[in-house]
């Protein structure tokens, strides 16, 4: 019988803008500009009942710029959380990279894979039996060196980059979990 401290768990990555909030083409950090991709709820209650933890990886570099602050992403995240607690599919974590790699070099920012594998210690994660999900190759990028599988969403993804590859997260939500 396996004891608690070897049980391992699986988790969806995800990323956040282009795969849970829409894309504007410019930094998201209030309420009002955070409009949610159709289908991200239905694909993360689907994840959710086949266990997947579900687990927020994204690049906050406007922080770094001085475009916006910790606590506004914070406080946007806790608004964010909230509505997947509503609709039935809690976050497990969230975590973002405040660094800019036009102001100072990190290791934490993706494409390193530094968030997701802290992610995986912590919450006891398998990532070989999770994926890694994102609209950009650096997410790409750092979901295959923490060892995860991948999927690309949107036209930003090259489809033979990663595992597999959705035009949108509604499509990802009707066909992934086939
Ligand atoms: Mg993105």
Not at 109 to 114: A, E, G, R, T
Not at 153 to 177: C, K, T, Y
Request: proline letters at 3%; hydrophobic letters at 35%; one cysteine or more.
């Amino acid at each position: 019988m396996k004891t608690t401290s070897e049980i391992l768990y699986k988790a969806i990555f995800l990323d956040r803008d282009g795969v849970i909030n829409q894309e504007m083409g410019t930094y998201v950090y209030t309420w009002e500009n955070f409009k949610f991709e159709s289908g991200i709820f239905d694909f993360c209650r689907k994840a959710t009942s086949l266990g997947y933890k579900l687990i927020v990886i994204t690049n906050q570099g406007g922080i770094a710029k001085g475009i916006y602050t910790r606590e506004q992403t914070e406080h946007l995240h806790k608004q964010m959380q909230s509505m997947f607690s509503a609709e039935g599919c809690s976050l497990t974590g969230i975590y973002y990279s405040p660094f800019h790699k036009d102001i100072s070099k990190n290791i934490m920012s993706k494409p390193s894979d530094w968030m997701i594998t802290r992610a995986c210690s912590i919450h006891k994660i398998d990532p070989q039996q999770s994926w890694m999900i994102g609209d950009k190759p650096r997410d790409i990028a750092a979901g295959l060196r923490a060892g995860c599988r991948t999927v690309g969403i949107g036209a930003e993804v090259s489809p033979n980059l990663a595992d597999r590859w959705f035009d949108s997260m509604a499509s990802a939500a009707q066909h992934f979990f086939e």
